[in-house]
T-cell receptor, first 113, second 116 residues
Framework: KQEVTQIPAALSVPEGENLVLNCSFT??????LQWFRQDPGKGLTSLLL?????REQTSGRLNASLDKSSGRSTLYIAASQPGDSATYLC????????????FGKGTLLTVNP | GAGVSQSPRYKVAKRGQDVALRCDPI?????LFWYQQALGQGPEFLTY????????KSGLPSDRFFAERPEGSVSTLKIQRTQQEDSAVYLC??????????????FGAGSRLTVL
């Protein structure tokens, strides 16, 4: 059974700092890995999706990498802004399922002005 | 509307009451998912519909949970005889495609259930 772990559970940084969020998973036979953002009282917004054959994806100030062999992914946020404050979740599709996402518990990010 | 709509947004139930949570997916979306998110946890899969067919209900915690999507659009998650451990945010998501493999899911804002 896939297990997804996110470290740290919470992170507080000053505005402008570059930061890295970590995600690890136990079953390396994944179809893809996604990073989501969750704001209080709102649903999840997909930020980046990395297919199993890819090593990284970029969108604006966000860059996500994937190392299947080591069971790790990182989300890099450049020049953080207060608007980046949210919970960031990673999730994998694996275990022969093309629809059942397994999520980590998330990292609560606070960017202080 | 342009997004996935869930209602009610907040529900408080007394232990033992039945509740029904509604999800209006984006029009034309084939796949519909329900996830349960307890406080401080990541979402956990409950069930998956492809059109009106419930292809996977393996994540439903007990036989008190029941989901349906009779016409392949709106879905209802029903919880009978609610218990305190049912307190969570119930998230609905939909997608144009079968499964969610290569495709971005659109999530609703969730229904927060509190069982007293």
């Amino acid at each position: 059974k896939q297990e997804v772990t996110q470290i740290p559970a919470a992170l507080s940084v000053p505005e402008g700092e570059n930061l890295v969020l970590n995600c690890s998973f136990t079953d390396s036979a994944i179809y893809n890995l996604q990073w989501f953002r969750q704001d209080p009282g709102k649903g999840l917004t997909s930020l980046l999706l990395i297919q199993s054959s890819q090593r990284e994806q970029t969108s604006g100030r966000l860059n996500a990498s994937l190392d299947k062999s080591s069971g790790r992914s990182t989300l890099y946020i450049a020049a953080s802004q207060p608007g980046d404050s949210a919970t960031y979740l990673c999730a994998t599709l694996s275990g022969g399922s093309n629809y059942k996402l397994t999520f980590g518990k998330g990292t609560l990010l606070t960017v202080n002005p | 509307g342009a997004g996935v709509s869930q209602s009610p947004r907040y529900k408080v139930a007394k232990r033992g009451q039945d509740v029904a949570l509604r999800c209006d997916p984006i029009s034309g979306h084939v796949s519909l998912f329900w996830y349960q998110q307890a406080l401080g946890q990541g979402p956990e899969f409950l069930t998956y519909f492809q059109n009106e067919a419930q292809l996977d209900k393996s994540g439903l915690p007990s036989d008190r949970f029941f989901a349906e999507r009779p016409e392949g659009s709106v879905s209802t998650l029903k919880i009978q005889r609610t218990q305190q451990e049912d307190s969570a945010v119930y998230l609905c998501a939909s997608s144009w495609y079968r499964g969610s493999g290569a495709n971005v899911l659109t999530f609703g804002a969730g229904s927060r259930l509190t069982v007293l």
